[in-house]
Nanobody, 121 residues
């Protein structure tokens, strides 16, 4: 089994910063892309940022220039540094990873349990 555990969410004022972390553990042979998604009540989950094992990144337009995604491959961990936070960034943030359980095996998508980020004065 594979588990993704997120941490770092909380309440922050507009303009403030937060850093999210997500650590993957379990029977992992390899991890390709890791990413962050977010969801608010009544809306579909949306992509925030992704990063490949080689370090190639992608950002949603709404967070470009404010958020930075990074990862530590040795620790199977992905981070999301969020600066200049806005009220519209308020959401539950979910970590995702594309995981291979054995050499040459299929790739599976795993999700974390989510962490709440609230931006409010």
């Amino acid at each position: 089994q594979v588990q993704l555990v997120e941490s770092g969410g909380g309440l922050v004022q507009p303009g403030g910063s937060l850093r999210l972390s997500c650590a993957a553990s379990g029977s992992i042979f390899s991890i390709n892309a890791m990413g962050w998604y977010r969801q608010t009540p009544g809306k579909e989950r949306e992509l925030v940022a992704t990063i490949t094992s080689g370090g190639t990144t992608y950002y949603a337009e709404s967070v470009k220039g404010r958020f930075t995604i990074s990862r530590d491959n040795a620790k199977n961990t992905v981070f999301l540094q969020m600066n200049s936070l806005k009220a519209e960034d308020t959401a539950v943030y979910y970590c995702n990873a594309a995981v291979q359980l054995r050499d040459g095996g299929a790739w599976y998508s795993y999700w974390g349990q989510g962490t709440q980020v609230t931006v409010s004065s």
